[in-house]
């Protein structure tokens, strides 16, 4: 199959009131489980180029791991560069990505508006949506002040007007990675409504496989329509492998297939989740 229009997909999970799934592969066998879900779940998929792979790979080997292994399937998919830098953005409209997001987030405000809305202008004459981040998101772990982190209602309904991006990622209380039992910060919803009311696009939120079911949820009711998993995905993945490696004296095919299984089954339950299984019919009908 060949790529589909994110922006479709996108809008028939607002209209809908669920969210798609985006998750980062790693090698052949965790891309085969994501278009392997998606296909067993009658899903779309964002496939993620991410911030692990790009330093092992480079952005255009990654990207042509996943076009060849998304390309053999019967998957809905997107391949999306995420967190991208200027230059990975150019290689990636370049190579073909379909979706991209320039992460600016780093910058000053003002930098962050002018570098993300050249990036736009690029990006739409080529018919790419552009996703981009406003707010600060830790890592696990961290201790910070959620006042310093949190997206801002009024700098995002700038940043919305001046750059022209198509998805808004925020912060509202998640962070990058899971540690087993650490109690994380409860997302914030009513900053989430806050920020969809005051910007009118759809939302993005990262760092979802610290979610509860509950919390994801809600957050789709707010405003978010599509859901930055890894984490969860890569430890499934883990213990398959770990648990035939274990054994000793075992072929590291066998053990990369019983961890490509978990993570299958891993990937399938977060794409139900978001409610977006059983959507690909009605997608390619109307497309």
Known sequence: MTQSDPRAIIEAARQGGYAVGAFNMHNDETAEALVWAAERADAPVFLQVGRAIIPHMGVKRAYELTKRIAERSNAQ???????????????????????????????????????????????????????????????????????DYYTDVEEARRFVRETGID?????????????????????????????????????????????????VNDAKAAGVHKFNADTDLRHAFRRGFESVWAKGDRQLEEAMAEGRRLMVDATEEKIRLYGCAGKTAALRKAA
Do not use: C
């Not at 981009?132 to 998101?137: M, N, T």
């Open 77 to 147: 998919y997107v391949i999306h560069l995420d967190h991208g830098s200027w230059d990975e953005v150019m290689e990636a409209i370049r190579l073909g990505f379909t979706s991209i997001m320039y992460d600016g987030a780093h910058l000053p405000f003002e930098e962050n508006i002018a570098t993300t809305r050249r990036v736009v202008e690029i990006a739409h004459a080529f018919g790419i949506p552009v996703e981009a981040e406003l707010g600060k998101i830790p890592d696990v772990g961290e201790s910070v002040d959620w006042n």
């Open 167 to 215: 998805y808004l990622a925020i912060s509202v209380g998640i962070v990058h990675g899971v540690i087993p039992g650490l109690q994380t910060e409860p997302i914030n919803i009513e900053r989430i409504r806050e920020i969809r009311e005051a910007t009118g696009i759809p939302l993005v939120l990262h760092g979802a496989s610290g979610l509860t079911d509950e919390e």
